[in-house]
T-cell receptor, first 110, second 115 residues
Framework: GQQVMQIPQYQHVQEGEDFTTYCNSSTTLSNIQWYKQRPGGHPVFLIQLVKSGEVKKQKRLTFQFGEAKKNSSLHITATQTTDVGTYFC??????????FGKGTKLSVIP | NAGVTQTPKFQVLKTGQSMTLQCAQDMNHEYMSWYRQDPGMGLRLIHYSVGAGITDQGEVPNGYNVSRSTTEDFPLRLLSAAPSQTSVYFC??????????????FGEGSRLTVL
């Protein structure tokens, strides 16, 4: 499977601040998926991006897929304590070996 | 609809013991997989299956066996547990054989400690 690098590994923000995590690949991805894992929980699917330059929004969350389909980002506007958790990206690229990034752990200080 | 069910939720083993982590899904998904999650390492694929009777190795298969005799079940076997296998294990399934596009549905996880 294709390797994806995710940065940063950790992010601490004050409640109300914005947050962004990035997922990068050295090769072109067929699609990218994003998952959220709450502390002590299991990963839950958030969204999938397929098209070059695609932008999708879910309330305060904005997901982007790069024009070259080699990178993606998840941006949260005005974080809340409910946003706490680890965010993972997952690549899809012609293989059943589905590769996850190492995740960005978000802490929100009230 | 139960989704993906994993048992047990917690298990403590001694080095050298064997055990099986159970995974069952009731969504008729063709694709099933096992991941382990360790601090700072993300989710690493152990084994996966694209249908009954078919299994293949993932990124970290050593020390683990799997089988897929039915669409619903995908057990993970540790034949001789080692402390390095202390981890949280997740089973996940997907509705599409070409799971590049299918979202993964995860079980709640099994926390394994090997002493």
């Amino acid at each position: 499977g294709q390797q994806v690098m995710q940065i940063p590994q950790y992010q601490h923000v004050q409640e109300g601040e914005d947050f962004t995590t990035y997922c990068n690949s050295s090769t072109t991805l067929s699609n990218i998926q994003w998952y959220k894992q709450r502390p002590g929980g299991h990963p839950v699917f958030l969204i999938q991006l397929v098209k070059s330059g695609e932008v999708k929004k879910q309330k305060r969350l904005t997901f982007q897929f790069g024009e070259a389909k080699k990178n993606s980002s998840l941006h949260i506007t005005a974080t809340q304590t409910t946003d706490v958790g680890t965010y993972f990206c997952k690549s899809g690229a012609g293989s059943y070996q589905l590769t996850f990034g190492k995740g960005t752990k978000l802490s929100v200080i009230p | 609809n139960a989704g993906v069910t994993q048992t047990p939720k917690f298990q403590v083993l001694k080095t050298g013991q064997s055990m099986t982590l159970q995974c069952a899904q009731d969504m008729n998904h063709e694709y099933m997989s096992w991941y382990r999650q360790d601090p700072g390492m993300g989710l690493r694929l152990i084994h996966y299956s694209v249908g009954a009777g078919i299994t293949d190795q993932g990124e970290v298969p050593n020390g683990y066996n799997v089988s897929r005799s039915t669409t619903e079940d995908f057990p993970l076997r540790l034949l001789s547990a080692a402390p390095s296998q202390t981890s949280v294990y997740f089973c996940a399934s997907s509705p599409q054989p070409d799971s590049n596009t299918g979202e993964l549905f995860f079980g709640e996880g099994s926390r394994l400690t090997v002493l």
